[in-house]
């Protein structure tokens, strides 16, 4: 895992780009790779590499060419299936001088094209330079698990892994953008190509783009989720699979997946833990897929309402791994957070990636630089409450004044069986709404993107009036062309892929808190052959009436403790609105909550965010007062201290990560 920038002249008339900037852009990321530098320039393009030393530790530096140097590359990523595609292209007569992936990567290009990249099984981020052709190529893995910026003006165009590296250059304008907050505060992140700044795009997953020599670009997906087409009862064929045939393939694609990004490094890979189905079964693979000892690493919170010591302890033991832990308390969220949000660059609405950073410091400082984690596994295989809120949902609809069918929702929340009416009550007045939009294509989300909205009511009317759009209507009217015809769960589960995980979930919970300790995540459920596996299962294997990941409960049955396949779903969460409003909390939350500071910021009305934070600091000091704080009140609360801090350090400062100087060891200088 490394980190890339550059700068590119996309017509003839400017000067070279600048080698001290190329610097400032290496430093500005480089906590992604901090083992080598490098950076390729000649009279069009500058590319620099910050390098995280996984595969090929000997002969892998970047910035990298083919054999007679006419393409260049930087690459952050690792691409799984390389040893199998350098066999078809020395077959073809491509000779190698490395044992890297990268290598694999700029030869693939040369024999395939722009369809290369439908071939690689990984996770990646690509910058090519074509000296001959003067063609730029752009390119990310198909759910997005490695990031890519772009901003574009005037025939130039900056690209790296963070915004840091294009705010290194002091011309790049710096401003949030409306529309990018907008989506922020209803999707829990922009949705690429958007971002939360002016200016600044993020390549699509599953994408590549070229700019030709006169500053001409094209753009393709190579790679989107789809699913089969859900016919009418009397008109469908039977799945191939039977629910035995599908749970041993399910089985056989994770332990290939967990092989390959177990045994695919030359450094040792450990294992996150937290304790649920997902980690437990990934650390199992792992387990199984290498010999020697195994380490994996867990997340423990002193508040016990979060806490998973029991199974985590339980599933380590059943491993005989060389446990380590970390034990996170909301003084600890409090001050790790603004270095969080430093590295997330965008306004988070929970504090969940804060622990994660945490945790991926322990790993670090184990001498660890590679870990598997179960992320992926909800998406793929229906595990989230969402999926089973909107089936129910759906089956109310049908028949709304049914007093029966909402009592479904008792079996999801036992509690509400046993709350007073009143919670009950409220619970199912929250659910119904909406249900007239059953054959809608946001049904499924439209909760939590109504709920999430909600929280603009604390943006400014300036603000508010600059968006000028519906970005739920935006996004509802962009869907595949075949979203309609897909099984309502399956239309779920796409919405799920393209808003929370691709844009929230493997950037603010995975590469930016991974990435920021210099830690690589490997994600086997998102492996290329167990996505297209999972997709096109029937719904009922995924979500059999209400029990969630029902086959992958059944290829965990007998390899993990029956405890943790049959507990309830626990969703990851930490502590929010109250790990900032201690006494003696770090002062730089009560700054970004003070006038000045919201004012100058221009995001929030002043006086409803002081109102809320007044409020919350109120509530939290009073015996039982944590009681009292609503969901809404957290997810503002956090909102609008990230957002703050987000203008504080990357719209009025320098944006930059303390560190030291960056050493390039591979220079190529074309210039002069």
């Known amino acids: 895992m490394c980190g890339i920038a550059g700068l590119v002249n996309l017509t003839d008339r400017h000067e070279p780009p600048p080698a001290e900037l190329l610097r400032r852009m290496a430093r500005a990321i480089r906590h992604r790779g901090p083992d080598e530098f490098g950076y390729y320039r000649d009279a069009r393009a500058g590319l620099c590499h910050a390098r995280l030393s996984i595969i090929d530790l000997a002969t892998g530096q970047q910035p990298l060419a083919n054999e007679d140097e006419t393409v260049w590359i930087v690459f952050n990523g690792e691409v799984f299936n390389y040893v199998e595609l350098r066999e078809e292209l020395e077959a073809l007569g491509h000779r190698f001088r490395t044992h890297s992936d990268t290598e694999v990567i700029v030869h693939a290009w040369e024999a395939w094209g722009e369809d290369a990249f439908a071939r690689f099984n990984g996770q990646w981020a690509v910058a090519l330079w074509d000296t001959k052709s003067q063609r730029l190529v752009l390119t990310r893995d198909r759910v997005g698990v490695r990031p890519l910026y772009l901003h574009e003006r005037d025939g130039r165009l900056w690209f790296g892994s963070e915004v840091k590296a294009l705010f290194a250059d002091p011309t790049v304008p710096r401003a949030l953008d409306p529309a990018g907050l907008d989506e922020t505060f209803t999707f829990w992140a922009a949705v690429a190509p958007r971002t939360v700044y002016r200016g600044v795009e993020e390549l699509r997953p599953g994408a590549v783009r070229v700019y030709e020599r006169d500053g001409s670009r094209r753009e393709r997906l190579y790679w989107q989720p789809t699913y089969p087409r859900c016919f009418p009862r009397a008109e469908r064929e039977p799945y191939p699979l039977s629910l035995d045939e599908a749970t041993e393939a399910l089985e056989a694609h994770l332990t290939r997946a967990t092989q390959l990004r177990m045994l695919r490094a030359d450094v040792p890979v450990g294992s996150y833990l937290s304790g649920g189905l997902d980690s437990s079964l990934t650390a199992h693979l792992g387990r199984q897929a290498k010999e020697g000892e195994f380490r994996t690493f867990s997340l423990r919170f002193e508040d016990a309402e979060y806490d998973e010591t029991k199974y985590q302890r339980m599933m380590s033991e059943r491993l005989h791994s060389s446990h ?223 029990d969630e990941k029902h086959l992958l409960k059944r290829v965990a049955r007998g390899k993990l403790p029956p405890d943790i396949v049959s507990r309830p779903k626990q969703p990851y969460r930490a502590p929010d609105a109250l790990s900032f409003i201690a006494e003696g909390a770090p002062e730089y939350i009560a700054e970004s909550f003070s006038e000045a500071a919201l004012a100058d910021a221009g995001v929030f009305n002043v006086r409803a965010a002081r109102t809320l934070y007044e409020k919350c600091v109120r509530r939290g000091r009073d015996p039982g007062g944590a009681e009292q704080f609503s969901n809404a009140d957290n997810m503002a609360f956090v909102g609008i201290l990230s957002t703050q801090l987000v203008h504080h350090w990357l719209i009025r400062g320098d944006g930059d990560i303390p560190g030291g100087d960056v050493p390039f060891r591979t220079v190529i200088d074309r210039v002069g």
């Open 324 to 546: 380590a832990e970390v034990v996170v308390s909301r003084a600890d969220i409090a001050r790790a957070f603004k270095d969080v949000v430093r590295f997330t660059e965008r306004p988070i609405l929970r504090t969940a990636p804060a622990p994660l950073y945490l945790l991926s410091k322990l790993v670090r400082d184990s001498g660890f630089k590679v870990v598997l984690t179960g992320e992926g596994a909800d998406e793929m295989l229906a595990g989230y409450d969402l999926f089973r809120e909107a089936r129910i949902r759906r089956f109310w609809a049908r028949h709304p004044d049914s007093k029966l069918r909402p009592r479904l929702f008792d079996r999801l929340y036992p509690y509400l069986a046993r709350s007073p009416q009143q919670a009950r009550g409220m619970a199912l007045q929250f659910w119904a709404r909406g249900l007239e939009k059953a054959s809608e294509p946001g049904f499924s989300h439209d909760p939590r993107w109504t709920s999430t909205g909600a929280l603009k009511r604390f943006f400014t009317q300036e603000l508010r009036d600059q968006v000028g759009r519906d970005c739920v209507a935006e996004l509802t009217g962009e869907l595949p062309s075949g979203f309609k015809g897909w099984d309502p769960l399956a239309q779920a589960q796409y919405l799920e892929v393209i808003t929370l995980l691709s844009s929230y979930l493997l950037s603010s919970q995975g590469d930016r808190m991974l990435m920021a300790n210099s830690v690589e995540g490997r994600f086997p459920f998102l492996d290329k052959d167990v996505m297209d596996f999972c997709n096109g299962l029937p719904a009922s294997y995924k979500l059999a009436v209400l």
